[in-house]
């Protein structure tokens, strides 16, 4: 019913809906990874092209790999969880628990910034993201008044700050925890050059810290700086659940996959989850297949908001 009004409300969403009889079964899950499996393995079982040279009687056409391999299926099911999540900690405190038990008991934010960082970041409000300030923030946070948002993948800050600025705008109470490693990937300065580096080190983590400050929004924002599969397995763990999660880290579809499936598990009941490049030039590079999937097999309906795609847990 909301998620109806929802709709009517944003008239420019489209909307897929997956059917359930689809190519796959929805109770069979692991049949997908096996072919998903089976193709990678006959693509490193296949001769390089060279080898075939030494066979001169026959033309150009490739000798077939033979393949004799069992599969236990059970071992490969991708949804078989070992861990077990918490019962959920109360949101007032979150922040605290997050606090002392990641950073011994010390806000990154104490004391920042370091001397020997101080000079090298900028002071600026204009804060480089993507999408970052699009309407389905507003329209999630508007409907789910969410008490805990899990961002994964924060970069600079922009789409937190937004979110933070959002909830302090309506009169929510409001954490924002950032999942971010903050590293950014393999070759990002060729289009972000003005981040510091010291010694190899980029100073990502102090630049996204010093962007929060400016925003004057470091009582609402909380970054984990650590990967976000040992951070999403932690927070079910210690029972910090959300209301609003947030995926935009990796974009390929192994890392959009995990960071779904990690991310669904620590929303909390009526929460939604929600992310980037549904719609854009990366999404083929495996965002939509990744979400396609993941909600084919739950049974859920991906909806879409500008760039994102949204899921609601019921
Ligand atoms: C596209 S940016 C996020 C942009 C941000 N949401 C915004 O709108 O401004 C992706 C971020 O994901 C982070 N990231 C990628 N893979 C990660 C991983 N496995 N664990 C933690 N962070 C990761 C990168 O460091 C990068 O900052
Ligand atoms: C398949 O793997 C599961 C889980 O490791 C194990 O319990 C089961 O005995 C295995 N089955 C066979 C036939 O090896
Ligand atoms: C952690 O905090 C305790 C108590 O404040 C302090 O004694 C200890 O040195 C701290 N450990 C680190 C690694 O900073
Ligand atoms: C900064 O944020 C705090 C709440 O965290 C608020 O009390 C204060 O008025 C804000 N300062 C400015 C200058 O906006």
Same mark, same amino acid.
């Given at each position: 019913m909301k998620t109806e009004q929802y709709l009517h409300h944003h008239h420019n969403n489209r909307r897929i809906s997956l059917t359930k009889n689809a190519l796959i079964k929805t109770s069979k899950p692991a049949a997908y990874f096996i072919l998903l499996l089976l193709t990678y393995t006959i693509g490193y079982l296949s001769?390089? !092209? *060279? *080898?075939s040279t030494t066979i001169t009687s026959l033309p150009s056409q490739p000798q077939q790999p033979i393949l004799r391999i069992s599969i236990n299926t %059970?071992?490969?099911?991708? @949804?078989?969880? %070992? %861990?077990?999540?918490?019962?959920?900690i109360p949101p007032e405190i979150v922040r605290r628990t997050l606090i002392d038990r990641l950073f011994n008991g010390t806000s990154p934010f104490e004391n920042f910034p370091p001397a020997h960082a101080a000079e090298k970041l900028r002071q600026t409000k204009r804060v480089k993201g993507w999408g970052s300030n699009g309407a389905v923030f507003e329209n999630l946070i508007r409907k789910v008044r969410p008490?805990?948002?899990?961002?994964?993948?924060t970069f600079l800050g922009a789409s937190a700050i937004h979110m933070a600025e959002l909830t302090r705008r309506i009169g929510l109470n409001t954490q924002i925890i950032c999942v971010d490693d903050f590293r950014g990937w393999a070759g990002f300065i060729d289009r972000f050059n003005n981040i510091p580096m010291v010694n190899g080190d980029v100073l990502l983590f102090y630049q996204f810290l010093q962007n929060v400050v400016t925003f004057n929004q470091s009582e609402s924002v909380l970054p984990v700086p650590f990967s976000s599969g040992s951070t999403l397995i932690l927070l079910c763990e210690w029972g910090v659940f959300a209301d609003l999660v947030e995926i935009d880290a990796g974009h390929d579809f192994l890392s959009a996959w995990s960071d779904i499936n990690?991310? =669904?598990?620590?929303?909390?009941?009526?929460?939604?989850? @929600?992310? &980037? $490049? =549904?719609?854009? +030039?990366?999404? #083929? /590079?495996?965002?939509?297949?990744?979400?396609?999937?993941? +909600?084919?097999? &739950? #049974?859920? /309906?991906?909806?879409? $908001?500008?760039? &994102?795609?949204?899921? =609601? *847990? !019921?």
């Open positions: 001769p390089p !092209s *060279s *080898s %059970t071992e490969l099911d991708p @949804f078989r969880v %070992t %861990t077990r999540c918490a019962d959920p008490r805990t948002i899990v961002e994964v993948g990690r991310g =669904y598990r620590i929303l909390r009941p009526g929460g939604v989850i @929600f992310g &980037h $490049d =549904y719609f854009t +030039a990366a999404d #083929n /590079k495996g965002v939509r297949r990744a979400v396609d999937l993941f +909600a084919r097999i &739950h #049974n859920l /309906k991906v909806r879409v $908001d500008g760039q &994102h795609w949204v899921i =609601y *847990s !019921s």
